[in-house]
């Protein structure tokens, strides 16, 4: 198991605790925060709006088929 993995699993349990909803953070915990190789994930602003989209998607975000790309990348941040 990585480190990341680790990482992943004890904020997994740490939200839980908190009274987060499982179907929500889920989809968040389990994003990658490191992409292929070990190279750090782009941030939000250089994603495309369709990237955003189906990252909102797993997040559950709502009224997200109707948000611009700033939208998208506040909600995204902020959920």
Do not use: C, D, F
């Not at 699993?9 to 070990?38: C, F, S």
């Not at 190279?39 to 975000?61: D, F, S």
């Amino acid at each position: 198991m990585t480190n990341s993995e680790v990482n992943g699993k004890q904020q997994y349990h740490g939200l839980l605790k908190e009274g987060y909803n499982m179907e929500k953070i889920t989809p968040l915990v389990n994003a990658p925060i490191v992409g292929v190789n070990g190279v750090k994930a782009k941030p939000y602003n250089e994603w495309t709006k369709e990237e955003l989209y189906q990252q909102a998607i797993k997040a559950g975000i709502p009224g997200r088929s109707y948000m611009n790309k700033k939208s998208l990348i506040n909600s995204l941040q902020n959920n």
